[in-house]
């Protein structure tokens, strides 16, 4: 692990180097190679699971339970789907020919970027940082991996397992800062897959810029939530609770906020707190709940949540701070508005805000009035309104009568549009994001077809043209 960057110019450029020099030979790796590595690093994160669940409690007190289903398990799947699969989506794939070319043979061969730069977030910092590198590696690149600074004890097993499966020259780790990102975003990575928020997505996206280097972002944005009146409001209070207050809502695609008819809000409200009764073990403060990664965030919190009743709204549930350990409950409030910053910015933390409409169409008008969400939730048994609001608006991805769990499945492509980011990954889609599709056209030897077309244009060929475009038209 690299610890002590220099500048640009020095032990930078020296390291990507050697991964320039290295992914050369990367290219020519067979699928059963590159899923033998795949096999090396499930070992070994394997290996380290109790180290990384205490790092985990370190660096953000999350529940063992959690670093298991939210961090080791879906790695697994993909390293499982991966493996399955590769053979097939390396193999160069055979399309079609059009008139007048049908004697040749057309291809598409799917060869690695080169080098990578993977920049991973503090929220799930074990999980997004080796789930885009399966998909890099699988498809044949050399990475260098730059983990979140605010998860230190967390970063420290990532380089762990990094080292124990991969030369340095194939995968590296580099640790440090804001300075450190700055850094190696003066490299001229053939791609950047970065996680975040989107002002630093923006900010990517310059420095991507200066080397016409391809970008993937993953950002997020506030991803809402719409109950109708048909929905199984216990069922769907349960599920929003679990989904918003996982990670203490530190997620990118947790529920950001609920559009929810007017009239309904003090009933749904009653079926939260039974949903919230049930997921307590002795307080609302217990170790079931991951802390708030730091104490500038936690009084981020602190300020949104002031802020908000300040200018009008009410705590229904919840809003009580553990200064000790940095938690806050799993907190209501409602009525919002647009005037608040609760409102205005991604929450990423356990506060719930209600928005009361008239019907859904309001809802969809209010989805449509912001930037478009990482993700969009609909709970309902009207599947003409379902498709009503699927058709209206616009998302990232979405769940029907559920939350978050579409990010598990490794057959659907994961990923963002507009201000949520753009591009996706896991499984097919993600071998796809870190490969070049290259176009490969082999001609018929035997004669030159092409011939027919060259000048100059006399009356015969001018013909055939005419008779040509006839066709195709």
Not at 353 to 375: C, E, F, M, R, W
Request: proline fraction near 6%.
């Amino acid at each position: 692990m690299e610890k002590n960057l220099q500048p640009p110019n020095s032990l930078l450029d020296t390291m990507y180097q050697e991964q320039l020099t290295f992914s050369h030979s990367l290219r020519l790796t067979t699928a059963n190679e590159r899923v033998a590595k795949l096999e090396r690093l499930h070992a070994a994160i394997s290996a380290h699971e109790d180290e990384l669940m205490q790092a985990m409690w370190e660096d953000f007190k999350k529940p063992s339970v959690e670093v298991k289903l939210t961090e080791l398990a879906p790695l697994y799947m993909e390293i499982k789907y991966f493996k399955k699969n590769l053979s097939n989506w390396m193999r160069p794939k055979r399309v079609s020919n059009h008139f007048p070319f049908l004697l040749g043979k057309s291809v598409i061969h799917y060869e690695p970027k080169g080098v990578v730069l993977i920049i991973a977030p503090w929220n799930y910092p074990f999980y997004l940082a080796l789930a885009p590198l399966i998909a890099a590696v699988a498809a044949g690149n050399a990475v260098t991996i730059k983990p979140s600074e605010f998860t230190p004890h967390t970063t420290k097993i990532i380089g762990k397992v990094i080292a124990s499966t991969f030369a340095p020259e194939e995968v590296r780790v580099v640790e440090g800062g804001i300075e450190a990102s700055q850094a190696l975003l003066e490299q001229p990575f053939h791609h950047i897959f970065f996680t975040g928020s989107t002002p630093v997505g923006r900010e990517i996206m310059k420095a991507a810029a200066k080397h016409l280097a391809g970008v993937t972002l993953e950002l997020g944005g506030k991803s809402p939530a719409i109950i109708d009146e048909s929905a199984d409001l216990q069922t769907a209070a349960a599920k929003l609770m679990w989904g918003k207050f996982l990670n203490a809502g530190q997620t990118c695609i947790a529920p950001d906020y609920v559009l929810i008819n007017k009239d309904m809000i003090e009933v749904f409200v009653a079926a939260l707190g039974k949903a919230m009764e049930t997921f307590k073990s002795k307080d609302e403060t217990s170790s079931d709940m991951s802390a708030i990664v730091s104490e500038r965030h936690y009084n981020r919190m602190r300020h949104l949540l002031q802020d908000a009743t300040e200018k009008g709204a009410k705590i229904l549930l919840g809003g009580h701070f553990d200064d000790e350990n940095r938690r806050l409950s799993p907190t209501v409030i409602s009525p919002v508005d647009s005037s608040m910053l609760v409102m205005q910015e991604e929450i990423f933390g356990p506060i719930l805000p209600l928005v009361g409409v008239n019907h859904t169409q309001d809802a969809i008008s209010y989805i449509n009035a912001h930037d478009k969400p990482l993700a969009l939730y609909v709970f309902s048994k009207n599947d003409f309104k379902i498709n009503q609001i699927l058709q209206q608006t616009s998302s990232g991805g979405s769940c029907i009568n559920d939350v978050v769990v579409h990010i598990t499945n490794p057959e659907l492509p994961f990923g963002g549009i507009n201000q949520s980011g753009f591009g996706n990954y896991h499984g097919l889609a993600g071998f796809k994001t870190f490969s070049h599709e290259k176009s490969v056209f082999h001609q018929f030897t035997r004669f030159n077809v092409n011939k027919m077309l060259y000048p100059p244009y006399g009356p015969q060929k001018q013909k055939l043209i005419k008779w040509l475009m006839r066709l195709i038209k």
